[in-house]
């Protein structure tokens, strides 16, 4: 059985081996996600979009830290922001970031939990 026959549509679909700039590209998304209150921000993202004030309440952290991770995210492209009056909410940007960060999370509660690793 060949590797894209055991993967969801979405990434068999974009299965290829990876060449410099994908590579590049990924370890800079894994480098945003190395960051404790960016991860928890794109895990609120992941959920719902939100605003900088809901998700400073939810991971604890100042609004001003919020906004600037927010902006890094944004510059970055991973997430996306809209105006409603005096409110930006912000977004993710795909679903292939939304599997990301989840499955990464579950991936850590397993070895937190100590429960066994599945598929």
């Given amino acids: 059985m060949a590797l894209s ?8 679909s974009h299965l290829r081996a990876p060449d410099g700039a994908r590579l590049a590209e990924a370890a800079s998304v894994f480098a945003l996600l190395s960051d404790p209150t960016r991860l928890h921000l794109l895990w609120l993202l992941a959920q ?3 605003d900088v004030g809901t998700l400073a309440e939810q991971c604890a952290a ?4 919020v906004s600037q991770h927010l902006a890094k995210l944004r510059l970055a492209r991973l997430v996306e922001s809209r ?19 989840l499955e990464a999370l579950s991936h850590a509660d397993h070895r937190v939990s100590g429960e066994a690793p599945h598929d």
């Fill in 83 to 101: 105006r409603e009056g005096r409110h930006v909410h912000y977004r993710l940007r795909d679903g292939h970031l939304r599997r990301l960060v």
């Fill in 5 to 12: 026959d055991s993967l969801p549509p979405a990434t068999a």
């Fill in 62 to 65: 100042s609004r001003t830290a």
């Fill in 48 to 50: 719902d979009e939100s």
